[in-house]
């Protein structure tokens, strides 16, 4: 088996859109091997141990739009995956109050009451709105985007899934969709509540991970991308996945295993071995190679094409287009281990919503000014933070008694200004350490002693999570969420399918449709894809196919 | 008892427009104006210029209604740009090429003429869609008309062959900062493209969508053009040619309220006391002047909602400077009122301009189009300044606007360093003092932000854009209805062309 040189496929990068292809390829009967960089495997899905008896989802960490599809084809919860959900969230303000959020509705409107009734009310056409969005869209992700210049059958079949489904909505509601795809979540905000708190607060979901700011036109769109998921059938739940979000590496892993897949991990590819115009197989960086007619690029479309293919293998347009792909670096991690819990004054105690993701804005001017600090090539000296503290429901995360927060970080960019020049070389050990002591001041405003609570801390700057991981620019979505960059358009118009002009070459990342979060979508749609083109007498079965 | 078959309310270029159209096809119209003259937005002034200084957009169409055919090309003088420069060197772009003053070509790779001929390009199928209503508001999306013209489009997307096609289908969504660093180095050219794009809206030029405000603005051809006998003159021209269609006007007269029986128009009330009769009437003002003037009852809840929540925020400021005398620029050939005066030296210039816009603020570093008038023996420098917002933080007092007059002139002596001593006179004309004159919504030149989920089906409320609004017989023909502002006539002629069929 070691000697074992050539394969039916190759997929390059274990994250979980590569796990997931590999695992659909193997379940279909082929042959396949799935080479990783890094010596464990789950990309920006993993658990990391780095302070003894802490566990830290140290990239991704919480966990909703894994389709569920997908997990029921490839038995994820047979190979050890419990997702657990949580409960709520919070925002505190800087005067000691705080707006909770409850997914119960009776406790929610009359949390909202408090602040306004008429918000209260609001929420509930809020609420419709963003449900029916998330209805409409959720057939989506498991089907190829159609390019609509083609006649090819495929796509003028998918063309017609998708007129058929703007035609069902009708007029009215077709027209208040393509007002919503194209609106800023601020205005849609805006259009429905009063009061700024609770603004800010379901705000922060059309930011995360993005480029832009609360105002910028097609931000409601991010919103759904962060509440089409579900749990357990529930839209728009979250959970955390027991082990950390490594578990479902893990269970993929060992479903992968179980249709006999081979992993090799501890050594990245070099080069993509390409002959007249078709791929043979990847060059390791340790000087391996392996063979196989089809490839598939777990890395994002910029690293796959620029760096690990040769110039002269690929047509000058497309290689401008993929140039031309935006990829930004807008975010940063912390990973805490705390000594204890930390109180958080204004909470009651115990609070449910303690449990649930907590945030210290107050407003959406403030979210707009951290994003224009970004802009100009600095850290939000108010970041938007997005914390939680898992351990509370999943005991495996630390130590008894102790627990883990994991924070995300919004804006932080990746070319760092410092003085005239803009560089990802700027962020330094210091300069991480004033990240984080920019954003622990902003966590002080919900829990003023964390900072005695601190056991661990992993600082993680986009520049560190490029080169661990591989994301450039460290962008959680392998590439912006922006309209021209979405459906059809992702990752390079004409290319929606998966597939490049390499023969046999296929990416299968989140800068494939529909795009990222820890969602599986674009791993199974490219295993589909090249399923129905490649082989004859294999094909894909089970609920995503 | 009918006293025309149509009440036009608003003389407005869309106004002027709308009832050109119901006149020519032999309906009697009347114009109601607030205003001492006709010509809206565009033509108001204080002492100073117009407050259009240029003309964009006018549709040939619009001027053939208007039996003004004979408007050639004796009457409209092309109008070349000059970036203004730090280094002195300013930059002329005359018919897509761009030149330093020195003579030098800046363009020298040709991507600048590669990416305006682009937006020509583009600005064709735009504008096949604005010389019609939307898709979709025959009532239902299916009525054969529609589903033609929604096929002869797709077929004019995919003439353009398919990279072209794809590229479309991209570049329409993006912002226009990315768009144009895709291809620009950033400097004044982008810088001056990006003003474009971003002239009267409340939006940076960072903001996704802001491409189609570019495709938009170069829609017919990149062609710039001012009236040659002034801006003045042109509404003359305009006012006669109403008349001469037997179009009746009053001016000076505010439309106090819309006349409805049974859930139908019956006609309009003027502030005089008089009421005229119609059961026909077009608005050409804003969606809450037109909802003061319904009155809330006779609104479906939706859509007194959707027109609370339309997005109005007027961004530009009129800045007008009586000067001495003309001053003597040695290296620009060719009559100085010919060009106009682009300070926007790069995209990222004109992102923080507008950051500032965002708070409540106007940028120490603004964005400005200006051009020299010559009005009977007065030299005027009239300025348009973008990212100047209404809700100003502390309100617009004199001291505002003392403040904004001087951080205009701050950044023009760029190009007149003896500017100062120059003025005589001067006068600030703010977004809210539009609105004040006019009674559009925050002075929003467009009545409506242009973004992309408020134009086409969309605009200016998904439930209004097919013209119709409220109770029977009432029309929207504002440029809050699709396809939007500029000097361009097309909302008020698609409005009449809606009225000409539903009345047949």
Redesign the interface.
């Known amino acids: 088996m070691e000697a074992k040189k050539s394969f039916d496929a190759i997929v390059v990068g274990a994250g979980h859109n590569g796990l997931v292809a590999g695992a659909y390829l193997a379940r279909a009967g082929m042959e396949v091997l799935i080479v990783e960089k890094n010596d464990w495997i789950g990309g920006a899905a993993v658990s990391r141990s780095l302070n003894e008896g802490w566990t830290y989802s140290n990239c991704s960490y919480v966990c909703s739009l894994f389709r569920r599809e997908i997990a029921r084809d490839l038995e994820l919860p047979k190979y050890g995956l419990q997702i657990i959900p949580y409960e709520g969230g919070a925002s505190f303000t800087r005067d000691g109050n705080y707006l909770a959020y409850y997914s119960d509705h009776y406790a929610l409107r009359r949390e909202i009451s408090r602040f306004s009734a008429r918000d209260a009310d609001a929420y509930q056409r809020y609420a419709t709105a963003v449900m029916r969005q998330c209805r409409f869209i959720r057939p989506f992700l498991l089907r190829n985007a159609p390019?609509?210049?083609?006649v090819r059958p495929r796509d003028l079949s998918e063309m017609a899934f998708l007129i058929k489904r703007g035609?069902e909505l009708g007029?009215?509601e077709?027209?208040?969709t393509?007002?919503?795809w194209?609106?800023s979540i601020g205005?849609f905000l805006?259009?429905h509540f009063e009061n700024d708190l609770l603004k800010a607060h379901l705000a922060g979901s059309g930011i995360i991970g993005t480029g832009?700011g609360v105002?910028?036109?097609?931000t409601a769109y991010v919103l759904l991308h962060h509440y089409m998921g579900d749990i357990d059938g529930g839209i728009g739940a979250w959970g955390f996945a027991r082990g950390g979000m490594g578990a479902i590496s893990e269970a993929l892993e060992n479903s992968f295993k179980h249709h006999n897949g081979r992993l090799q991990k501890g050594s990245g590819i070099d080069q993509f071995i390409i002959k007249n115009g078709k791929v043979k197989g990847v060059a390791l960086e340790n000087g391996d190679e392996f063979y196989a007619p089809l490839v598939i690029s777990n890395m994002d479309v910029k690293r796959t094409f620029l760096n690990h293919v040769k110039t002269e293998a690929l047509p000058e347009?497309f290689k401008k287009a993929v140039k031309?792909f935006?990829i930004r670096g807008s975010s940063a991690k912390l990973n805490i281990s705390l000594k204890g819990f930390p109180k958080f004054p204004s909470a009651p105690q115990n609070a449910s919503f303690l449990r649930g993701d907590m945030h210290c804005t107050e407003s959406l001017?403030e979210l707009?000014?951290a994003y224009?600090q970004w802009?100009a090539g600095e850290w939000s000296a108010n970041p938007y933070v997005d914390m939680l503290i898992p351990s509370q429901i999943d005991p495996t995360m630390a130590p008894k008694g102790d627990h883990m927060m994991t924070v995300f970080v919004q804006y932080a960019p990746y070319e760092l200004k410092v003085g005239n020049s803009r560089s990802a070389e700027h962020w330094t050990a210091e300069r991480c350490k004033a990240l984080s002591e920019s954003v622990l001041d902003q966590i002080s405003i919900a829990c003023p002693n964390i900072r005695s609570h601190i056991e661990h801390m992993e600082v993680r700057s986009p520049l560190e999570i490029e080169k661990e991981v591989g994301l450039t620019e460290g962008n959680i979505f392998q590439g912006e969420l922006?309209?021209?960059q979405l459906f059809?358009?992702r990752p390079i118009?004409?290319y929606s399918d998966y597939s490049s002009p390499v023969k046999g070459l296929y990416i299968c990342g989140s800068s494939t449709h529909p795009g990222g979060g820890v969602m599986g979508a674009p791993g199974a749609n490219a295993a589909r894809t090249i399923l129905q083109t490649q082989s004859k007498n294999m094909h894909m079965t089970g609920y995503a196919s | 008892m009918i006293d025309y078959d149509a009440i036009v309310i608003g003389g407005g270029i869309n106004g002027i427009a709308a009832a050109s159209m119901l006149s020519s096809k032999g309906k009697s119209v009347v114009i109601i104006e607030q205003q001492s003259e006709l010509g809206g937005m565009a033509a108001h002034k204080r002492e100073g210029p117009t407050a259009a200084h240029l003309l964009w957009n006018l549709n040939p169409k619009v001027i053939k209604d208007l039996g003004l055919g004979s408007i050639s090309f004796d009457d409209l003088t092309s109008v070349d740009t000059i970036c203004v420069c730090e280094s002195g060197n300013h930059i002329r772009v005359k018919n897509s090429g761009a030149f330093y003053l020195d003579g030098r070509v800046v363009d020298t790779d040709g991507s600048f003429r590669k990416l305006t001929n682009r937006l020509s390009r583009y600005g064709v199928l735009l504008k096949k869609l604005a010389e019609n209503a939307p898709f979709?508001t025959d009532d239902?999306?299916n009525s054969t008309q529609d589903i033609l013209r929604l096929l002869r489009f797709g077929l004019s997307l995919?003439l353009l062959g398919?990279?072209q096609?794809?590229?479309f289908?991209?570049?329409i969504?993006?912002?226009v900062s990315?768009f144009l660093l895709?291809d620009l180095p950033d400097g004044p050219l982008a810088g001056l493209l990006s003003a474009d794009a971003t002239r009267g809206q409340f939006?940076g030029p960072?903001?996704?969508?802001t491409v189609f405000n570019l495709v938009y603005r170069y829609g017919h051809g990149c062609e710039l053009t001012r009236p040659t006998k002034g801006m003045e003159n042109f509404f003359e021209l305009l006012v006669n040619a109403i008349k001469k269609l037997n179009v009746d006007v009053k001016t000076h007269v505010r439309a106090e309220k819309i006349v409805i029986e049974e859930d139908a128009v019956k006609g309009v009330e003027l502030a005089d006391g008089t009421t005229v009769f119609s059961n026909t009437v077009l608005c050409s003002s804003g969606l809450n002047s037109m909802k003061k003037m319904v009155g809330i009852s006779y609104l479906d809840i939706e859509d007194s909602r959707s027109i609370k929540?339309l997005?109005t925020m007027g961004t530009t400021a009129k800045v007008n400077l009586k000067l001495s005398k003309l001053p003597i620029f040695e290296n620009i050939k060719g009559p100085i009122n010919d060009c106009r005066f682009i300070v926007a030296p790069s995209v990222d210039y004109v992102?923080n301009a507008f950051?500032s816009c965002?708070?409540g603020h106007f940028s120490q570093t603004p964005v400005s189009e200006s051009v020299f008038t010559f009005r009977q023996s007065e030299f005027w420098l009239s300025s348009i300044i973008q990212f100047v917002p209404s809700k100003l933080e502390g309100g617009w007092n004199e001291a505002a606007r003392e403040h904004l007059k001087q951080v205009l002139v701050h950044s023009l002596s760029a190009f007149i360093p003896s500017l100062n001593e120059l003025i005589v006179d001067f006068e600030v004309i703010t977004p809210n003092d539009f609105a004040e004159d006019l009674g559009v919504e925050g002075g929003n030149w467009h009545h409506s932000e242009m973004?992309?989920?408020q134009i086409f089906?969309?605009r200016p409320t998904?439930?209004f854009?097919a013209y119709r609004a409220g109770p029977k017989g009432l029309y929207l023909c504002g440029s809050s209805s699709h396809p939007g502002g500029d000097i361009m006539g097309l909302s008020g002629r698609n409005a009449a062309i809606r009225v000409l069929r539903n009345t047949k």
């Open positions: 390019d609509p210049t083609s035609y007029t009215k077709l027209q208040d393509m007002r919503f194209t609106m205005d805006d259009e832009l105002y910028s036109p097609g347009d031309r935006k001017l707009e000014k224009d802009k922006t309209f021209d059809f358009n118009p004409g | 979709g239902k999306l995919k398919k990279s096609m794809r590229k289908l991209q570049d969504l993006m912002n990315d895709d939006s960072r903001n996704p969508g929540n997005r992102d950051n965002k708070y973004s992309l989920d089906n969309l998904p439930r854009s």
